[in-house]
């Protein structure tokens, strides 16, 4: 903690939410349904979401008892006669989220718990969703992955080293009725070091800044770092780490080298999905506009910059890092742009690290004997350019239509060996009636069929026919 760090007020004034027992619970949860039921008209939806003080009258005509449930609950506050909202009230994903005020979050406390932004949607829909997988949430914040993983899961554990963190998660996960989800308190994986997980999940604070003015946000690369390099050990067999991650480029060097090495003797396929790459300027005011609005203090950006000098950073990159349990053989890894998508990600991501998977341990014999189909939702995009007879196709893109978007260019014969490919026979039998229907040489199809199915499969555009 620097000088800076020990001026600012460390603890929140206002307590956490919680239940004092299940029927106070039950209240609450009973009038958030009806007010999301009735619009965003409704009086709490008033009181929660846009932060109007209510009266008293006008908040027990609307929700009756509940009030009294809302006061228990450490929801609202209640002064004189006006009614004030102490948390924030979320609806995301089919779950109520609570958190801190928003509007308190310039006045730098230190265990400030952020709610649902754009960051945590975004993971959300990259996080892999396993059924009958234990969970970690590292670094939970107030639950939101955690909460989002009970539905499929057979236990979920959830750790920060803020406590009202923890709060907020346990309130949150009565709230929505998994009250299953376990809380530890620490620093990163120390209060689990003896359990295993099939899914570790961490939105950590991952922000490169000169100050630890948020526990929520400032840790840097350098806790990226950590939870990449001790996660394996944690893993059970087959399981997967999600972790969003910024990292920084130095004057001179390759971030991509410089990334690579967090990754040594991890024993885990990684894949890096790389999403913004920003100049420390732009950088900077991003975060800072988050603690300051729209006017950032000149001294303050000043600060920052002169801070990624002093590390000669010329580039901030952000992204997700995925690590994939991969006993018995090589472990691959691979750096690149994060394709362009929408919805249920992690479902892709899932597809694609187990095709991937079954690519790196097959050999050419195998991979041809497998029953392969396209994806359900492939597209091929044809490229054609004029010819002596008509138009002629010079080359096809496949892309998945939805989940990660991967595209591959392929040429016309490999589009059209893939349309055969029906599960019905293995890929080499569909390529051996492929060319002879097409009058063309087995061998010479089956020959570069390999080499063609290791490409679709590592790019999650062909699968395994569940069927055969």
């Given amino acids: 903690m620097t000088a800076e760090d020990s001026a600012l007020p460390q603890r929140h004034p206002l307590p956490a939410p919680s239940f004092p027992d299940r029927s106070t619970r039950d209240k609450v949860f009973a009038a958030l349904e009806a007010a999301r039921q009735s619009g965003r008209g409704s009086t709490l939806g008033l009181l929660f979401t846009d932060g109007y003080a209510l009266s008293t009258v006008t908040v027990s005509e609307a929700i009756g008892d509940a009030l009294n449930a809302l006061i228990a609950a450490n929801m609202v506050a209640v002064d004189g006669q006006q009614v004030s909202a102490t948390v924030r009230l979320q609806y995301y994903a089919g779950c109520y989220f609570t958190s801190d005020r928003p509007e308190l979050h310039r006045d730098r406390f230190a265990d400030f718990v952020l709610g649902v932004g754009f960051a945590t949607r975004n993971f959300a829909e990259m996080m892999p969703l396993r059924p009958g997988s234990s969970v970690l949430d590292l670094g939970c914040g107030?639950?939101?992955?955690?909460?989002?993983?009970?539905?499929?899961?057979?236990?979920?554990?959830?750790?920060?080293?803020?406590?009202?963190?923890?709060?907020?998660?346990?309130?949150?996960?009565?709230?929505?009725?998994?009250?299953?989800?376990?809380?530890?308190?620490?620093?990163?994986?120390?209060?689990?070091?003896?359990?295993?997980?099939?899914?570790?999940?961490?939105?950590?604070?991952?922000?490169?800044?000169?100050?630890?003015?948020?526990?929520?946000?400032?840790?840097?690369?350098?806790?990226?770092?950590?939870?990449?390099?001790?996660?394996?050990?944690?893993?059970?067999?087959?399981?997967?780490?999600?972790?969003?991650?910024?990292?920084p480029e130095h004057r001179g060097r390759s971030?991509?080298?410089?990334?690579?090495?967090?990754?040594?003797?991890?024993?885990?396929?990684?894949?890096?999905?790389?999403?913004?790459?920003?100049?420390?300027?732009?950088?900077?005011?991003?975060?800072?506009?988050?603690?300051?609005?729209?006017?950032?203090?000149?001294?303050?950006?000043?600060?920052?910059?002169?801070?990624?000098?002093?590390?000669?950073?010329?580039?901030?990159?952000?992204?997700?890092?995925?690590?994939?349990?991969?006993?018995?053989?090589?472990?691959?890894?691979?750096?690149?742009?994060?394709?362009?998508?929408?919805?249920?990600?992690?479902?892709?991501?899932?597809?694609?690290?187990?095709?991937?998977?079954?690519?790196?341990?097959?050999?050419?014999?195998?991979?041809?004997?497998?029953?392969?189909?396209?994806?359900?939702?492939?597209?091929?995009?044809?490229?054609r350019r004029p010819g002596a007879n008509g138009w002629c196709v010079e080359r096809v893109d496949l892309r998945a239509a939805d989940g990660l978007r991967i595209a591959m260019r392929v040429d016309p014969l490999a589009a059209d060996l893939l349309g055969w490919m029906d599960g019905s026979r293995s890929a080499g039998e569909a390529a051996t009636a492929f060319a002879q229907a097409r009058g063309l040489a087995p061998e010479t199809i089956i020959g570069a069929l390999p080499a063609l199915l290791r490409k679709l499969l590592e790019a999650g555009l062909i699968v395994p026919d569940t069927e055969s």
């Fill in 255 to 383: 971030w991509q080298g410089e990334l690579a090495q967090w990754f040594e003797s991890s024993g885990c396929d990684v894949w890096v999905l790389a999403s913004d790459h920003l100049l420390p300027d732009d950088y900077a005011r991003v975060w800072l506009a988050q603690e300051y609005g729209d006017i950032v203090p000149t001294e303050a950006i000043n600060s920052w910059l002169a801070a990624y000098i002093a590390a000669d950073i010329t580039m901030l990159h952000c992204g997700f890092v995925l690590l994939s349990h991969a006993p018995g053989r090589e472990p691959w890894i691979e750096i690149r742009e994060l394709p362009p998508g929408g919805g249920r990600r992690g479902e892709s991501l899932d597809r694609i690290l187990a095709a991937r998977d079954l690519a790196a341990r097959s050999d050419d014999a195998a991979l041809i004997d497998l029953r392969l189909v396209p994806l359900a939702r492939l597209e091929a995009i044809e490229h």
């Fill in 142 to 247: 107030c639950g939101v992955l955690a909460v989002l993983s009970a539905p499929l899961a057979s236990a979920v554990m959830a750790v920060d080293i803020n406590p009202r963190a923890l709060a907020f998660t346990r309130f949150n996960a009565e709230l929505n009725g998994f009250p299953q989800i376990e809380t530890a308190l620490g620093d990163l994986f120390a209060p689990v070091l003896s359990r295993r997980f099939d899914v570790i999940v961490s939105n950590a604070p991952y922000v490169i800044s000169p100050a630890s003015t948020y526990r929520y946000r400032d840790g840097g690369a350098g806790i990226c770092e950590r939870i990449a390099r001790q996660a394996p050990a944690l893993l059970a067999a087959g399981g997967c780490l999600m972790l969003a991650a910024n990292w």
